[in-house]
């Protein structure tokens, strides 16, 4: 005779399922993620070459950047 009666395989079969979700929903999730960032990869239009981008003729000549000494 079972400890609990019949009720322990309802607990029992929530146990499973509920551990099956927690364990398959982040799995669905990141998948679902790479799959749709590879499509829109792989669909782009315009390839990116990786380079340098084009020098633009008429931009203003860029300052070095960090911190600014204050003299008092």
Do not use: C, Q
Request: net charge positive; no cysteine; charged share 20%.
């Amino acid at each position: 005779m079972m400890l609990h009666g019949d009720g322990a395989r309802n607990i029992d079969a929530i146990y499973f399922w509920t551990s099956v979700l927690i364990a398959g929903l982040p799995i669905g999730v990141f998948t679902t993620i790479a799959v749709l960032a590879i499509r829109g990869y792989r669909r782009r239009r315009v390839a990116d070459g990786g380079g340098e981008p084009p020098a633009v003729p008429d931009a203003p000549p860029s300052r070095p950047l960090g911190w600014k000494a204050i003299p008092r």
